[in-house]
C-alpha cells in the first residue's frame, strides 16, 4: 500500500513540475517541452503536437527541427486530419489503426506503434493544438485522467504564451499616409518591371554521342573487368557473360557431331556390301553436317560472350555489383564508353515549372561539386512530350550544349541548370501558376 502511495506522490509531483516547466518556458521552446518532458510522466514512444485550426504538426519527439515534407510527416498528416473530424476528437480519446480507412491504415505498422492517445490541450480562447501520444501497451483508464490534468496545465501555458505576443494590426504598423504611398508606388513598379523568365530544374552531365555497349545475348554477366569512370582502349576486355550453359551444351554438340560423324563413317563402310545402306548415307550427311554446324555456331556464341570496347574512351556505368548475376537479354544496355571530352547537359523539367523555351536559349549550370562557379551552356534540344523520372514526376527531357569547350566538367556530375526564357512583368510571372489553377478550374 506505502508503495502504491509512493507511486502516486511522484506522478503528483511530476505532474506539478511539468506544469511549472510549462507555464515558464518560453514560446519558441514550450512545443519542444510538450512532446519531449510529458515522458517523465508517462512512457510512450512517440509524441506529437498537432495544430487544429490550420491542420499541420508543430512538433514531433526526439526531433529539434521538424522537416515537413519528410515521408513520415507527409504520412502522418492525412492520418490526424482524418481523426481531427472524428466525433470522438473533441475529448481524451484513445485509437488504433482499426478506427481509420484502408488507405491511410496501410502503412501504421511501419510508422507508429500500435495505441495513439488523442489528448485536446483546451484553453479559454479554445481548443488549438493537440497532444497525441503513441506506445506499443493500451492506454489505462488512471493514465488517461492523470493527463486530463496536465492538458488543462498545457492549454492554458499556449494561451498565456501566445497573449503575452499580441500581433500588431496592419493599420498600427502603417498608419502614416506617405509611407503607404511610397510602398504602394514600389509594389505597383515592381510588378510592371519586366523580367526574365526563368525555371530552376535538377540536370546531369552525359556523355555526348556515347557508344553503348549491349549483352550480345541472353545470359547471365559473370564478370567485370573494368570498373566505372576508367579509360579503356580499343580491343580492352569489359565484361563476360556466364559461359557454363554454352560450354556443356558444347560439350553436347561435340559429342553429337562425333556420333553422328561414326554414324556415318560406318554406313559408309556398309554400303560397299549393302546396297540399302547406301540410301542412309544422305541422311546421315546432312545429321553430321548439321551438328557441324550447331559446333560452329555455340562456339561463336562462346566468343560473342566475352565483350571488348570498339572505341577509345571513359565507362560509364553504375556499380559492376549490381550486375554480377543479374540476368540480360540481347540488346540491353549494360555500360557505354564515352568521350570524357564530349559532354553535354542533361535537363529534367517538370511539367509544373514549364516555361516558353526555344533553341539557344542561355543555361547556367550549377555543379553539386562547384555551385559557386555556374558554367554556362545553350539550350539544344527539348523533347516534344514529358515522361516520368526515376522519381515518378513527370518532366520534359532537355539538353545543352556547353559553350566553353576548354572548361568541361567531368562525366556524370549533376547539380542545378537555370533556364532562361522570354521577358514578362513580374506579376505575370508572380501569378503563372495561380492564373493555370484558376484556367483549369473554371475549365472543369
Known amino acids: 500500500m506505502s508503495e502504491q502511495r509512493n507511486k502516486q506522490l511522484l506522478q503528483l509531483t511530476l ?11 518560453p514560446a519558441e521552446e514550450l512545443p519542444y517541452v510538450l512532446v519531449n518532458e510529458t515522458a517523465d510522466l508517462l512512457p510512450y514512444r512517440q509524441a506529437l503536437l498537432w495544430r487544429l485550426d490550420v491542420e499541420k504538426l508543430d512538433a514531433v519527439s526526439g526531433v529539434a527541427i521538424l522537416e515537413k515534407n519528410s515521408p513520415y510527416a507527409l504520412w502522418l498528416n492525412p492520418v490526424l486530419q482524418y481523426f481531427s473530424h472524428d466525433e470522438r476528437a473533441a475529448s481524451i480519446a484513445d485509437f488504433n489503426a482499426h478506427d481509420f ?15 495513439g492517445l488523442w489528448v485536446p490541450l483546451r484553453a479559454p480562447s479554445g481548443t488549438k493544438y493537440v497532444l497525441v501520444l503513441f506506445r506499443e501497451e493500451p492506454w489505462k483508464e488512471g493514465e488517461i485522467h492523470l493527463l486530463g490534468y496536465l492538458a488543462e496545465a498545457y492549454g492554458h501555458a499556449i494561451a498565456l504564451t501566445q497573449a503575452a505576443q499580441p500581433p500588431r494590426s496592419w493599420r498600427e504598423r502603417f498608419r502614416s499616409k506617405r509611407l503607404q504611398l511610397i510602398i504602394t508606388t514600389v509594389i505597383v513598379a515592381a510588378l510592371c518591371f519586366p523580367i526574365r ?14 557508344n553503348l555497349i549491349r549483352a550480345p545475348l541472353d545470359g547471365v554477366v559473370e564478370k567485370f573487368f573494368v570498373q566505372p569512370n576508367e579509360t579503356v582502349t580499343v580491343g580492352q576486355k569489359l565484361f563476360e557473360l ?21 554414324e556415318y563413317l560406318q554406313t559408309t563402310q556398309q554400303a560397299m556390301l549393302d546396297p540399302t545402306a547406301k540410301a542412309k548415307l544422305a ?10 554446324a550447331e559446333v560452329d555456331y555455340v562456339r561463336s556464341l562462346l566468343a560473342r560472350c566475352e565483350v571488348t570496347a570498339n572505341k577509345a574512351g571513359v565507362t560509364v556505368f553504375d556499380d559492376p555489383n549490381d550486375w554480377l548475376g543479374k540476368p540480360v537479354t540481347q540488346g540491353e544496355k549494360i555500360l557505354a564508353v564515352a568521350d570524357p571530352q564530349s559532354v553535354e547537359l542533361e535537363i529534367r523539367l517538370p511539367m509544373d515549372d514549364l516555361i516558353e523555351l526555344a533553341a539557344g536559349n542561355e543555361v547556367l549550370f550549377f555543379s553539386n561539386v562547384t555551385p559557386h562557379q555556374p558554367l554556362s551552356a545553350s539550350l539544344s534540344y527539348f523533347s516534344y512530350r514529358a515522361s516520368p523520372t526515376p522519381a515518378q514526376v513527370m518532366a520534359y527531357r532537355l539538353k545543352a550544349q556547353f559553350t566553353n569547350s576548354t572548361d568541361l566538367p567531368r562525366l556524370g556530375y549533376r547539380g542545378v541548370a537555370k533556364l532562361y526564357g522570354t521577358r514578362q512583368p513580374f506579376v505575370l510571372w508572380l501569378l503563372r501558376k495561380p492564373i493555370r489553377t484558376v484556367r483549369l478550374w473554371l475549365a472543369s
Open 242 to 262: 556466364d559461359t557454363t550453359q554454352l560450354r556443356s551444351r558444347l560439350s553436347v554438340a561435340e559429342e553429337t557431331r562425333d556420333i553422328a560423324k561414326t
Open 101 to 115: 480507412p484502408l488507405e491511410l491504415a496501410h502503412d501504421w505498422a511501419e510508422w507508429l506503434p500500435e495505441h
Open 15 to 25: 505532474l506539478l513540475q511539468l506544469e511549472h516547466r510549462a507555464r515558464l518556458a
Open 197 to 210: 523568365q526563368s525555371v530552376l530544374a535538377e540536370a546531369e552531365v552525359i556523355p555526348f554521342h556515347a
Open 283 to 292: 541422311v546421315l550427311k546432312s545429321k553430321w553436317d548439321q551438328q557441324i
